[in-house]
């Protein structure tokens, strides 16, 4: 994934915005992959619990679809390219391949719960690139989206806490 950059009279160095460009793509493909293992897990969760769940991981879907727009056209705006196609995302995402075989709220919930972890942790490290490569505003995007995947961690990762 190495960005080429448009000319732009955005004033961010040109090795900063080449360097945001390239963590904004592999958090495209990380965004884009959990957003499509939501989706799967809305559509093939069974059990006593369907109802909630399927809303839920719909909503989960929804929200990754917001900033997966965002981390994208942040990457347009500082001149590069956003990768956003299947196959780049297939090539380039870090998360493990959801299970195609998952039927209880229980498997899907705790799949998914950790999908959400492992993007939460990489969208919280990007802040740390961000704001050491001087970009405060790809910073704050990423604090935007670490802070919004933290809350739907919560959501899914709720109802395995407790025993009942
Ligand atoms: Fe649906």
């Known amino acids: 994934m190495k960005p080429k950059l448009h000319s732009t009279q955005n004033d961010l160095r040109e090795k900063t915005r080449r360097a945001m460009v390239e963590l904004l793509n592999q958090h495209l493909a990380d965004a884009l992959d959990l957003g499509l293992q939501a989706k799967q897990a809305h559509w093939n969760v069974k059990g006593l619990n369907f109802i909630a769940l399927h809303e839920l991981f719909d909503k989960v879907a929804e929200e990754l679809e917001e900033f997966t727009d965002d981390i994208a056209e ?67 995007l990423f604090t935007e989206v670490s802070r919004g995947v933290d809350k739907l961690l919560w959501m899914v990762e709720a109802h395995t806490q407790a025993k009942d």
Request: glycine fraction near 8%; hydrophobic fraction near 50%.
């Open 74 to 140: 942040r990457a347009v705006e500082l001149g590069g390219v956003a990768s956003g196609t299947i196959q780049v995302v297939s090539k380039h995402s870090r998360l493990a391949a959801y299970p195609l075989k998952l039927v209880s709220g229980k498997a899907h919930v705790v799949a998914l719960s950790s999908a959400l972890a492992k993007f939460g942790t990489t969208a919280r490290a990007a802040i740390d690139s961000a704001a050491k490569a001087r970009d405060a505003d790809t910073a704050d």
